[in-house]
């Protein structure tokens, strides 16, 4: 339990070392013997970790098909370079699996070819297969990408990081954005640095009957902060106003009024985007469909998951439709507006497209969006459907063949077995009934019917496409869980596809777990010892 703990809670292993920690155990039990530092560094910690690879290799041999994640990352002790890779799959209660693999060693230069090496290392370490491997979803870092091209997996950009170049390249292309943000970014600074000016702003915010509320720094990595500088700044603008005018040294920081459009601008452009977490905390399912600012809603809802809950819940499948909805209502030009909010939103949705069309992604994603019982077709062309209804089928039919491939090799008896079957008697003849009577005759008719491959796939889309769509809010895996008898056949298409991730957040995620366990304090842990520790702190269970 000592170890699990350390584990989980990535705790340094010089704990077991502490007089505290000790007399805390010796409390509940004044006979355990705590055992030493070496101990748990060198036989407990490998012993669990082998233990959890056992159970991590069980449960990923039960996936038919997976798709994957991951990335690259230096510890800020000492700079070593890992790579993370997770795998997420849908098992056979419908359940969607996220599964980190831990963080592996790189020092080689990380060319296409090391990186190509490397990710097929990760899938022969755990007996996966390549040909199951349905997608990856990376960044869009040149190496990574040549290196999926080489090992010709189908890759998959992520959306997140998309968006993030869309937004902060439309920002880059106006040039009336680079003084308006240098000007927040001092602004900010000159009162994050002065708690006097701070101390002054509270009292212009109760003079002036304005929300007391504190300026907000952004970040670089993060596009959505840069919004929320802006409009934390057009708030207070008159609070600002008064303390600067008051202090001589930051009075040349008062912003134009031209200042203010391109703040104001900004603001407009991203706010639909990046206003999450204010629309998240509303009630209830919303009813999209019928009133359109409920449009808005639905895609930050969905945004949400693709960026930050995306190991829980289906995310690929919403890709083609929240594309189609920035391209027609978010992110379309509208007269009312301002020039430069209609250039951002322009800029940031033509960035967006660009980076994905792919056709082999396109098709993959819009395949993912049919199997989804929330859109189908609702969002594609009547060609685009037409097409994707055609790769449907095929899938379908490679599911039969492989299923009757594999129950006549199951069911083909050896020599032994037959010469042993020879000698057994034959078994007692059962009584009839009168309900058997009518089944065999039952039987009979459906034997009389024989559907080919594609017919039995064409009759499953075609009653699958009749369905009522499933409510937005709903999810689709326990539709699935609850319709999957009723189409066996897309039943296992839709696993397929639904657990491509539409990020690569997991991966990024595994570093947050990781930068737990390489910290100054620990800046001597083996490579080795820090993916056992990564990957226990992600993967291990309560000891039963």
């Known amino acids: 339990m000592v170890t699990y703990c350390i584990a989980k809670d990535s705790l340094p292993l010089r704990i077991v070392e502490k007089d505290r920690f000790k007399r805390m155990l010796k409390e509940f039990d004044s006979r355990y013997q705590l055992p030493s530092r070496n101990y748990i560094s060198r036989v407990s910690v490998p012993g669990l970790y082998m233990e959890t690879v056992q159970r991590v290799k069980e449960k990923l041999s039960s996936a038919s098909y997976f798709a994957s994640t991951t990335d690259m990352w230096s510890s800020i002790v000492g700079l070593r370079p890992y790579m993370s890779y997770t795998i997420h799959f849908i098992d056979e209660e419908w359940n969607l699996q996220s599964i980190s693999l831990g963080t592996h060693y790189l020092p080689e230069d990380h060319t296409a070819t090391i990186l190509g090496e490397a990710m097929e290392s990760v899938l022969q370490e755990w007996d996966l297969k390549a040909e199951h491997q349905v997608a990856i979803t990376t960044d869009n870092g040149a190496n990574i990408v040549a290196a999926a091209t080489q090992l010709s997996w189908t890759r998959v950009s992520c959306f997140g990081h998309n968006l993030h170049l869309g937004v902060t390249k439309a920002i880059d292309r106006e040039s009336r954005c680079s003084r308006a943000l240098g000007l927040a970014h001092k602004i900010v600074s000159s009162f994050s640095m002065s708690w006097k000016r701070r101390r002054e702003l509270e009292k212009a915010q109760r003079s002036l009957s304005i929300h007391e509320h504190s300026l907000i720094s952004d970040c670089k990595t993060r596009w959505g902060s840069t919004q929320k500088m802006l409009e934390r700044l057009v708030e207070q603008e008159p609070t600002i106003r008064v303390v600067l005018a008051s202090d001589r040294k930051v009075s040349h920081l008062i912003p134009t009024w031209q200042d203010m459009e391109v703040w104001k601008s900004i603001n407009e452009a991203l706010a639909p985007l990046a206003d999450f977490t204010d629309v998240m905390s509303g009630n209830g399912a919303l009813d999209f469909f019928f009133l359109n600012i409920y449009i808005y809603i639905y895609i930050i809802i969905i945004i949400i998951v693709f960026i930050h809950i995306g190991e829980k819940y289906v995310t690929s499948s919403a890709f083609v439709p929240i594309l189609k909805l920035l391209s027609e209502d978010v992110l379309k030009e509208k007269e009312e507006d301002a020039t430069l909010t209609n250039n951002l939103r322009s800029s940031i949705l033509t960035d967006l497209l660009q980076r994905n069309l792919q056709p082999q992604v396109v098709e993959l994603l819009q395949v993912s969006s049919f199997t989804d019982p929330r859109f189908r077709c609702k969002y594609l062309d009547d060609d685009e459907a037409e097409n994707v209804i055609s790769l449907v089928r095929l899938d ?27 000698t057994l008697q034959p078994p007692a003849k059962k009584r009839r009934t009168l309900g058997s009577l009518f089944k065999s005759g039952d039987a009979n008719k459906a034997a009389a019917v024989v559907l080919s491959p594609e017919e039995k796939a064409n009759n499953e889309t075609e009653k699958y496409r009749a369905e009522e769509l499933l409510d937005p809010d709903d999810d689709p895996l326990k539709w699935w869980k609850l319709n999957g008898r009723k189409y066996p056949l897309l039943s296992e298409v839709a696993k397929k596809y639904l657990a491509i991730p539409a990020t690569s957040s997991p991966s990024e995620r595994l570093f947050s777990s990781a930068g737990n366990i390489v910290t100054p304090l620990r800046n001597s842990l083996d490579p080795m010892k820090v993916h056992m520790l990564t990957f226990l702190a992600t993967n291990a269970e309560l000891p039963k």
């Not at 039969?400 to 069911?411: K, M, P, Q, T, Y």
């Open 396 to 422: 379908c039919v490679e599911v039969l063949l492989r299923s009757s491939d594999a129950s006549e090799s199951s069911s083909t008896p050896s020599a032994a077995s037959s010469s042993t079957a020879s």
